[in-house]
Antibody, heavy 119, light 107 residues
């Protein structure tokens, strides 16, 4: 059974870069035509799709974040990562990673990691 | 970009009631529509995909319908464990936008 686990700093200073990693276990990140996604949820608010990366490295980003966002994949470590630059308090959220199968959206989620942007 | 609008934003119903939540896309998305359930303090869970296909393990009291721009999530008989916020999501193409959510409570 595939499992996902987010990791990274819980506190980031304004204007700095937020970096998170999602480690995949129970499955190879390079097997099959899957998409590896990032989704976030500000405290008390709804879900926001951030973007995803395919097993081959193709990326698709939310246009509202595109200028600050990089999603990458490391098949040797079975991990994919998110980097969000020039963060502000509006980027404070629980960040989830998730796995999407062909024609099936985020069916497997990580537990989420809370990131606070504050000085 | 396609916008997803859910209604109502919240509802309160009695145990055993039939509950309906709607989701409207600003453009046609065929049947590339999913529903997620997020219980308080928990990770969202996929309930339905392809507008009407129940994810494995989801109780049969949940059902989905619709195609194009108008979609519905129905709980045929509301149970206490169904207290949650429900989100629709379009996934025909990026960005995979979520609706704003519908909070379901027990009266």
């Amino acid at each position: 059974q595939v499992q996902l686990q987010e990791s990274g700093p819980g506190l980031v200073k304004p204007s700095q870069t937020l970096s998170l990693t999602c480690t995949v276990s129970g499955d190879s990140i390079s097997s099959g035509y899957f998409y590896w996604s990032w989704i976030r949820q500000p405290p008390g608010k709804g879900l926001e799709w951030i973007g995803y990366i395919s097993f081959s490295g193709d990326t698709y980003y939310n246009p509202s974040l595109k200028s600050r966002l990089t999603i990458s994949i490391d098949t040797s470590k079975n991990q994919f990562s998110l980097r969000l630059s020039s963060v502000t308090a509006a980027d404070t959220a629980i960040y989830y990673c998730a796995k999407e199968a062909p024609f099936i959206p985020a069916g497997v989620w990580g537990q989420g990691t809370m990131v606070t942007v504050s000085s | 970009d396609i916008q997803m609008t859910q209604s109502p934003s919240s509802l309160s119903a009695s145990v055993g009631d039939r509950v309906t939540i709607t989701c409207r896309a600003s453009q046609g998305i065929s049947n590339y529509l999913a529903w997620f359930q997020q219980k308080p303090g928990k990770v969202p869970q996929l309930l339905i995909y392809a507008a009407s296909t129940l994810q494995s393990g989801v109780p049969s009291r949940f059902s989905g319908s619709g195609s194009g721009t108008d979609f519905t999530l129905t709980i045929s008989s509301l149970q206490p464990e169904d207290v949650a916020t429900y989100y629709c999501q379009k996934y025909n193409s990026a960005p995979e936008t979520f609706g704003q959510g519908t909070k379901v409570e027990i009266k």
